[in-house]
């Protein structure tokens, strides 16, 4: 299972969507993927769910530090990504939206982040911050 953290243009801000289901994750935002298909890599993988689910096209980077395991056979690996082409739309989502460090935060501390994906957020804030 694989999220991107896509970061924009000026490098401050990452891009979050908020779930349409199921109904007890359904209006939590989340780092935006899903699951790989048999014989794609990860990159593949998260490229092609980011298009699909947002129109965009991806350069696709590292591996964030922490791995969330989701169940015996699903574990949730986010990568850092860029977006080379297209304007994020919400085609499978309630919407999406651009966060910077002070927001991703605030939505983490008001619980409105899916729960597997508040892991993250220390490194994503530490590297927003940096930028
Ligand atoms: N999930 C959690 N955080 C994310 C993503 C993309 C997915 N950033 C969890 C939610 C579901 C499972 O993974 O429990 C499958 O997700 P999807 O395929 O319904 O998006
Ligand atoms: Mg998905």
Do not use: N, Y
């Not at 699909?52 to 350069?59: D, R, S, W, Y």
């Not at 591996?63 to 297209?86: C, K």
């Amino acid at each position: 299972m694989l999220a991107g953290a896509i970061l924009d243009s000026s490098g401050t801000r990452i891009l979050l969507a908020r779930r349409a289901r199921p109904v007890e994750l359904a209006g939590l935002w989340e780092l935006p993927g899903g699951k790989a298909e048999v014989g794609e890599t990860d990159e593949e993988a998260l490229r092609r769910e980011l298009a699909e689910e947002l129109g965009i096209a991806v350069g696709v980077e590292f591996e964030l530090r922490d791995q969330v395991v989701l169940s015996d056979e699903l574990v949730l690996i986010a990568r850092w990504a860029r977006v080379i082409a297209g304007e994020p739309t919400a085609r499978e989502h309630q919407a999406v939206r651009w966060v910077d460090a002070e927001e991703l935060s605030t939505l983490c501390d008001e619980g409105r982040l899916v729960p597997a994906d508040t892991v993250w957020v220390p490194e994503l804030v530490a590297r927003l911050r940096r930028a």
